[in-house]
């Protein structure tokens, strides 16, 4: 089954910095408009 | 003291992993790490439960005292109730006792699954303190885990874990509050060292779990706040949000399953998928082999299989459709089941199973009527298979619906 | 998963249970034939082609060996295994 990481082998450096850019901008925007607190629905299932 | 088993807006979690990983990465030799990977779940179980404070009892020389609150804590419950598991497992494997040690293990998982999953346990006088133990630990996704190991054992397809292997199988603390349901066979396949860690490697992982929290945090929440109301809506309106109510219960799984795959990928811990794009999914048999993967995995080995077979082995090939159709029912029903022990769950369990033999039934009945090449181009037809797959999503959504009706109105 | 004589008798049933299950005459199987391969080889397929299976090799296999073998290749091992134990 395909997932999002199913793909092997090294990334280039180039494209390590521009992904990492991006984790950067997520985990930012995670921390900006996330809820404090908010728990995941299904857990407790 | 918050029993939720994961905020992840609490650091708990996080300082977990990253001591994990620091922790498990370096270490090459299988011994070794497997008993530190059992050493940082159970710490992590303690940091949930909490761990009694006995110095000053001790201190005091007051014995009684800190054999009570020993006693009463639900961190040693829980550790003996994993060494009782490594014991049963031990026992299966051996023959010990014969049948015995699985009879007794199937009451003791049924007894502690009632507490956990019937809503009115929570108003009884001392079972309300053991559901919330089990609800921190995610008992009901153990349960799944101890059975699956209970069944392979049983049939000799694998030995019995050791101790540290029953903890880190049981209760690995990133798969914790909602799975993912790994199978004891895969567990016991994975490498006892895990190829190193590259930075590439890494690179996927950390975009996993960032994948994850965007989904939840940003997506998710954003769509919620700004497009779900409280209010009622017309007819159309009610549609779209039913619709995004599923979309959004995706997003937000889909998500905390992304968040403990990357993580288990940054420690070298195999951890199932979970999603497989659902949304793609042109009938409820292929929405099922993308959806909660592990659960429908565990479903399909544990349930499914052993029901149809032995109806099927029973009155023969012909009759493979009403054998089918038999054997989704008790799946389905005990699947609902599984996730609240409540008729809602059990209507949303049962409206599963009717769509899925609905759509075996039709297949079949097409597969007769069209025949082969007239077959293969009516599932390659792209009009076709757009209509089958807002069908589908659809008909998810909707009985999705059900499961959110208050309780007082479905008994 | 070593090498596997396609032209053995074992493999000649098999490929008769798929052009069975899949309605199709003219199909045909090799050692790495998988789910993949084929539409609608979904779980019940998976099911029913077991229960064809056991018929005509007259064996019984467990819940896990239904679940687990992932190509035919695996799948002809498994029945001469379990042939093989019926003696």
């Known amino acids: ?45 | 003291m918050d029993r939720s088993p994961l905020d992840l807006y609490k650091p708990d979690f996080w300082y977990t992993l990253a001591i994990a990983v620091l922790v498990l990465v370096p270490l090459k030799a299988p011994v070794v790490r497997k008993w530190a990977w059992a050493a940082i779940n159970l710490a992590f179980l303690g940091v949930l439960l909490g761990v009694p404070d006995l110095w000053g009892p001790l201190q005091r020389q007051a014995y009684l005292e800190a054999a009570r609150m020993l006693g009463a804590s639900d961190l040693l419950r829980v550790c003996a109730c994993l060494f009782v598991a490594y014991i049963v497992l031990q026992a299966v494997q051996r023959r010990w006792l014969g049948v015995i040690p699985l009879a007794l293990a199937g009451l003791a998982l049924a007894t502690l699954f009632t507490i956990h999953k019937l809503p009115s346990t929570a108003s009884v006088y001392r079972l309300a303190d053991v559901k919330s133990a089990l609800g921190a630990i995610g008992f009901s996704y153990a349960a799944l885990r101890l059975v699956d190991a209970l069944r392979l054992t049983h049939e000799g397809r694998h030995a019995a874990p050791d101790l540290p292997s029953t903890i880190n199988y049981l209760l690995p603390f990133h798969m914790l509050a909602a799975g993912p349901i790994q199978g004891y066979a895969d567990f016991m396949a994975q490498p006892a060292v895990p190829p190193p860690l590259g930075a590439s490697d890494a690179l996927r992982a950390v975009e996993r779990i960032a994948l994850g929290l965007f989904k939840k945090y940003v997506i998710a929440d954003l769509l919620e706040s700004s497009l779900l109301t409280p209010f009622p809506t017309p007819f159309v309106f009610g549609a779209f949000e039913v619709m995004l109510f599923y979309f959004l219960l995706y997003l937000d799984f889909s998500a905390y399953s992304d968040i403990t795959v990357g993580a288990g990928r940054l420690m070298g811990v195999a951890t199932p998928e979970n999603f497989n794009r659902p949304y793609v999914a042109r009938n409820l048999v292929d929405f099922w082999d993308r959806w909660h993967m592990s659960l429908s995995q565990f479903i399909y080995r544990n349930i499914f299989i052993p029901v149809q077979m032995a109806l099927v082995r029973r009155t023969g090939p012909k009759s493979a459709l009403w054998c089918g159709a038999v054997a989704f029912l008790v799946s389905f029903l005990l699947c609902g089941l599984w996730h609240s022990l409540d008729v809602r769950w059990a209507m949303w369990g049962m409206m599963h199973a009717l769509g899925l033999v609905v759509v075996v039934w039709y297949r079949a009945w097409l597969k007769r009527r069209l025949g082969r090449e007239a077959m293969n181009r009516y599932r390659a037809h792209l009009g076709i298979r757009l209509l089958a797959v807002v069908l589908t999503q659809a008909y998810v959504a909707v009985t999705l619906q059900v499961v959110t009706w208050p309780l007082e109105l479905s008994t | 998963m070593g090498m596997m004589n396609q032209t053995s008798e074992t493999f000649a049933r098999l490929q008769k249970i798929f052009q069975d299950v899949f309605l199709d005459d003219g199909l045909t199987i090799s050692a790495e034939t998988n789910s993949n391969d084929f539409e609608g080889w979904d779980s019940l397929t998976h099911v029913t082609l077991m229960v064809h299976v056991e018929r005509v090799f007259d064996i019984q296999f467990t819940s896990s060996e239904i679940a687990a073998w992932k190509n035919v290749g695996e799948l002809e091992q498994l029945i001469e295994a379990r042939v093989r134990l019926k003696g």
């Open chain 1, 1 to 45: 089954m395909n997932g999002p990481d199913s793909t092997n082998g090294s990334i280039p450096a180039w494209q390590i910095a521009v992904r990492l850019v991006w984790v950067v901008v997520q985990l930012s925007l995670v921390y900006a408009l996330g809820a404090t607190g908010a728990q995941f629905v299904y857990q407790g299932f």
